[in-house]
């Protein structure tokens, strides 16, 4: 399949110069983007070995910063990765990051904690045994606008969401490997992003956000036992059930997905991002969404009830 437009992400964002001048946390020290380093010993540039959280700023407050630092501070026990502070101190240096770069509104952060710099260029674990390393990167950032109008097209790719004993999805680690070469796949088949399958052959995630459809009414997305355990997901589920919207956690196959109405991807950047095409075939009808435009609402709402923003 070969697309004839031009090809664009769930992560492309408005152009905003003031992302040059930009001032990194990085281990408590806040400085200029030219300026903030890491070693090349370290974990995280070594082996990809640590944890990362995407979140958004509005009106002063990151939405859903208690869900954000429940996932990541799982993830990093889980791995066993000292953070080397409590949620507090996480605040706290968010905070600094923010107002050294004067940002309040339309922010989003990549923070990234690694096991920090190895004694010798070798994996163990125990090689890392001067503390982690922890950097914040903050740019004003809004998602696209012709993301909404023009949608997504996926293309479904070889490379699956595999077993929890090879590498939990629920991970958001540095070793992105798995959904880098799912990426590659897509745009050398013409699309912007992959469809990912589960290692059963059912329609799981994309290769960089939560997967859902739109049939007859309901809203369909797959069982969590291989996707990411992604907060909008959660947020986008819960809101259905207050909604009196069916959602269903469910198994399906490309041929419910090729047959959907509507069809969205869920992520922390984008919110909900709606999908042009899959394979090549138009999903549902071309500029008609009224499930995912009902969702959007909900999900406005709810952002502005969690930060006091009048607008996401």
């Known amino acids: 399949m070969q697309s004839n437009t031009i090809s664009h992400s769930t992560h492309d964002a408005s152009e905003d110069d003031r992302n040059r001048d930009i001032k990194i946390y990085v281990n408590g020290e806040i400085v200029h983007r030219d300026e903030a380093k890491v070693s090349v010993y370290d974990s995280g540039f070594m082996l990809g070995d640590g944890m990362w959280e995407g979140m958004r700023l509005y009106n002063g407050k ?100 595999g077993l929890p004993m090879s590498q939990d999805a629920k991970f958001n680690s540095h070793s992105k490997l798995n959904c880098v070469i799912a990426c590659l796949q897509a745009e050398q088949a013409g699309a912007d992003e992959g469809l990912m399958l589960d290692p059963h052959g059912f329609v799981n995630t994309t290769n960089a956000c939560n997967f859902f459809i739109v049939r007859r009414g309901e809203v369909w997305t797959s069982k969590p036992d291989y996707c990411m355990n992604g ?10 059930r207050q909604n009196d919207i069916p959602v269903f956690e469910k198994n399906y196959s490309l041929y419910e997905a090729y047959g959907a109405d509507e069809a969205f991807l869920t992520g922390t950047f984008g919110a ?6 899959i394979d090549g075939k138009v999903i549902g009808k071309s500029g008609e969404r009224p499930m995912i435009a009902r969702i959007q609402s909900l999900y406005k709402s709810l952002i502005s009830e969690n930060t006091g923003s009048s607008q996401p």
């Open 62 to 161: 990151w939405a859903f910063f208690d869900e954000h630092m429940d996932r990541f501070f799982n993830s990093c026990k889980a791995v066993s990765i000292d953070v080397g502070m409590d949620k507090a101190g996480i605040l706290d240096a968010l905070t600094r990051t923010a107002a050294a770069n004067n940002m309040t509104h339309d922010v989003h952060c990549r923070l990234m904690l690694t096991r920090g710099i190895k004694d010798k260029p070798f994996q163990h674990p125990r090689l890392s045994r001067s503390g982690p390393t922890l950097v914040i990167i903050m740019e004003h950032s809004k998602p696209a606008v012709s993301l909404q109008s023009a949608g997504i097209t996926l293309a479904t790719v070889p490379q699956v969401r």
């Open 231 to 240: 907060v909008t997901r959660q947020k986008v589920i819960d809101l259905c």
């Open 272 to 277: 909900q991002t709606p999908v042009a095409s």
